[in-house]
């Protein structure tokens, strides 16, 4: 065959078939009747074949129009999956997000969620600093930064938060014998500590502030003796005994439930902590940031649930 038929017209002849008529084919594709008795005698031509027989009253598929017409069926889908193929490469994000986030949260949850986001986005490079240092986020050209705390103060830049878990007071059990009875705050006054520093702390004061069953606010002043970004440092100090510390209760289940610590003034906490993605201004979102925001919120609770096994 010199001449291959025009898609189109398979693609009116297929709905002429499926329709019965030209005028229901025309009404279901809003063309004209005219213009499908075109196409459909452009292909007759083109194939040298009579595909349907037309009278003043009705029509009738020939046997040969009848397998022709399944094979249509076939092509006209498998072109619809290329163009979609070719549709969704083309819509695809892609370019390079740089992003800055605790080194902790990076290792213990943020991975699998970077690999699974790369895998599904194979044209997106991924530029990732595991730090605890404050980022300069339009300086330095981040497109997100990923923080840890109760709640973002700096009016500058556009917040998505994620919700994560709470901050208990804990203590090895050796150094919970020593404090004595701890059945209020004013009972940890000035204790030793072990003390996680957040981006932007001031340290002229050393105090935790923590909600009691009435989400009644208290202080507790305390003396680190080992101040450190990193919970991991801490959380080592603290099982040794060096202090008190204010954990996330997820990264000391495991040793509250097998006794290692011991969880003071239970019906205490330092409030709910959020992950804060910041970004300088939704303007400035990139498709690829808006992108990963959203894979990050769908897999974030699944994450969390891992890694309170793991810990």
Known sequence: ?????????????????????????????????????????????TLGVCLIERSTRRLQ????????????LAALSEVERALRMVSDTRDMPRGTLKISCPVLFAQAILMPVT?????????????????????????????LALKIQRQMEDSRFIVRSFALDQHWLVAAPDLVERLGPVRSPADLGDVE????????????????????????????NHRPRLTSSDPLVLKSATLDGIGVALLPSSLC???????????????????????HATYPSRQGLSRVARCFLDHLGHHLPEQIREAFEHW
């Not at 499926?18 to 075109?38: D, I, P």
């Not at 690999?115 to 981040?142: H, T």
């Not at 072990?194 to 507790?220: C, E, P, Y």
């Open 253 to 275: 289940r495991r040793e509250l439930i097998d006794g290692r610590l011991v969880r003071l003034l239970p019906d205490h906490h330092a409030g709910t902590m959020h992950l």
């Open 1 to 45: 065959m010199k001449n291959l038929p025009d898609l189109n017209d398979l693609k009116y002849f297929s709905a002429i078939v499926e329709a019965g008529s030209l005028s229901a084919a025309g009404t279901k594709l809003g063309v004209s009747k005219s213009r499908l008795s075109m196409h459909l005698a452009q292909l007759e031509q």
């Open 193 to 220: 500590s072990v003390f996680l520093r957040n981006q932007g702390d001031n340290h002229a004061n050393f105090s935790w502030l923590v909600l009691d069953a009435k989400d009644v606010t208290h202080s507790i």
């Open 115 to 143: 690999n699974s986001f790369l895998q599904q986005y194979p044209d997106i490079e991924l530029v990732l600093d595991a730090d605890y240092r404050d980022v300069d986020l339009l300086g330095e050209g981040y497109d």
């Open 61 to 72: 598929i020939t046997p040969l129009g009848e397998r022709f017409y399944h094979r249509c």
